[in-house]
């Protein structure tokens, strides 16, 4: 029997297909689907081009973390700023610094918590990060880009350990995992800081924001902010926690110019 498609049938169609739609794109579109998203700093031309990535925790899926590194290289930046969460569980960090050690710039980088919980030994990311032309800075600073930039990294241990900055002829650009540190500078200044943690909530519902944000984000949840102690960027990261979902939130690599 042929059932007559009306527009009252079309609409309820519709309303039933909607959330089907919303559950299949959480859950297996966009937790892969990489973008490369672009932000410039100041208003001079810009004179260094670099990107950031964040939250990798990396749990055994090979084939996306090679293809954050394929992106990166595909970019030519003139240096990588990672900004904390490699692994949940030490036993993926052997296989994640293996993927990671094919980034063809050099590689900076800061713990965030999950790197602590997972009693991940911190000496192969460091050696991997080195070996990149890097570094994996444990509250220490990096004069790079020919004296013209000082990365400045916090471990994630606690904000009072934040070295001063090392040359105030340089631009500075601070390397933390947790957002809302920033309101814990003090009189410290920085051209550009740089942050994850957040995930940028995962699941975001138009028009609202972010359903729900870890601890040590308040509202600096995604994207970029104008703080006390310089300009705030928030990366969406390119893994995920707890839940393998996201929604109207893209894992992301972002292309800095300042």
Request: hydrophobic share 45%; glycine share 8%.
């Amino acid at each position: 029997m042929k059932i007559k498609m009306t527009r009252r049938r079309f609409i309820a169609a519709m309303l039933l297909a909607a959330p089907l739609a919303v559950v299949a794109d959480a859950k297996w579109v966009e937790p892969k689907w990489l973008k490369v998203r672009r932000l410039r700093i100041g208003d001079a031309a810009p004179t260094h081009r670099f990107v950031h990535f964040t939250d990798l925790h990396h749990k055994g899926d090979r084939a996306y973390a090679q293809a954050v590194v394929n992106t990166i290289n595909s970019l030519s930046p003139g240096f990588v700023c990672f900004t904390g969460d490699l692994v949940e569980e030490a036993k993926f960090l052997a296989e994640a610094l293996e993927i990671l050690s094919g980034v063809k710039s050099p590689m900076f980088g800061v713990p965030g918590n999950h790197d602590y919980w997972s009693h991940a030994p911190f000496e192969p990311i460091t050696k991997c990060f080195n070996a990149t032309g890097g570094a994996w800075l444990m509250d220490e600073r990096r004069t790079i880009a020919g004296g013209k930039i000082t990365l400045i990294g916090a471990s994630c241990r606690s904000i009072s350990q934040i070295p001063a900055l090392a040359n105030p002829e340089t631009k500075n650009i601070l390397l933390l995992h947790y957002p809302a540190w920033v309101k814990n500078l003090g009189t410290q200044h920085f051209d550009l800081i740089l942050a994850g943690h957040s995930h940028g909530g995962q699941v975001r519902i138009p028009f609202y924001g972010p359903v729900i944000v870890p601890f040590n984000v308040d509202e600096y949840d995604l994207g970029l902010f104008q703080t006390r102690a310089g300009p705030l960027y928030v990366n969406s990261g390119i893994g995920w926690y707890p839940l393998p979902i996201r929604f109207n939130c893209r894992p992301e690599i972002t292309v800095v110019e300042i």
